[in-house]
């Protein structure tokens, strides 16, 4: 298998037909080596359009789901980020080149400690992964990006509040079979802008907890 040639495929056949058109986030697809976040035995699999399997029962985010929520959140270098969710870590890489700092919240442990050592190998200086639930506000403070890496059934006000005035937040709202991929933006302390962008369908949020808990 030629890897090169598999990574520009996925990008020109799977993520561009998807409406990634970013000159950055495509370079950086092309760069960030999908395939060093993946067990040896996935490698040749890593730039098929599937969710691979990663652990306890949690899938990793298609490359052309991924490659969106990048280009959607638009990191910048001054800023900070919130990934929730660890999957496979390779959006947290992405967004790690674009970003002063990105933290990883993750509940499952083994999950963390994987991603943790992946980050580890690969010298991400500007990454922490930490275990906790973001949902119950567990670890973390005010973020520029937040990017929900499962599903969610409605919008929890806890993490929304967590985005810095200025700031956007990527997640996946609703109920099987379709789903809303949305684009929150803060624009001012009480005003919160969103944006529904494509229908999609993604599994649950590991420690997401039914709509009615939230305080909506």
């Known amino acids: 298998m030629n890897i090169e040639q598999a990574r520009f495929n996925?990008?020109?056949q799977q993520i561009r037909p998807t409406n990634v058109s970013s000159s950055e986030v495509l370079e950086l697809l092309m760069r960030v080596k999908?395939?060093?976040?993946?067990?040896?035995?996935?490698?040749?699999?890593?730039f098929f359009d599937t969710e691979l399997p990663l652990l306890r029962?949690?899938?990793?985010?298609?490359?052309?789901?991924?490659?969106?929520?990048?280009?959607?959140?638009?990191?910048?270098?001054?800023?900070?980020?919130l990934v929730v969710g660890a999957d496979s870590g390779y959006v947290a890489a992405l967004l790690a080149h674009q970003a002063r700092h990105v933290t990883v919240i993750e509940a499952i442990p083994e999950l963390k400690a994987r991603v943790e050592d992946v980050f580890k190998r690969g010298a991400y200086a500007n990454v922490d992964v930490i275990w906790g639930d973001?949902?119950?506000?567990?670890?973390?403070?005010?973020?520029?990006?937040?990017?929900?890496t499962g599903s969610l059934e409605a919008m929890p006000e806890l993490l929304r509040e967590r985005l810095n005035v200025g700031g956007r937040l990527f997640v996946v709202l609703g109920m099987a079979p379709v789903m809303t991929a949305t684009l929150i933006n803060r624009e001012s302390e009480l005003f919160f802008?969103?944006?529904?962008?494509?229908?999609?369908?993604?599994?649950?949020?590991s420690q997401a907890v039914p709509a009615n808990a939230f305080t909506l």
């Open 57 to 81: 029962g949690v899938n990793a985010l298609s490359p052309k789901l991924e490659a969106r929520i990048v280009q959607e959140v638009a990191a910048q270098k001054n800023e900070s980020v």
């Open 34 to 46: 999908r395939e060093d976040f993946f067990p040896e035995d996935q490698r040749n699999l890593v």
């Open 10 to 12: 996925m990008i020109e």
């Open 134 to 148: 973001a949902l119950q506000g567990q670890g973390i403070s005010q973020f520029d990006v937040i990017v929900v």
């Open 193 to 205: 802008n969103t944006r529904a962008l494509f229908e999609t369908s993604l599994a649950r949020l």
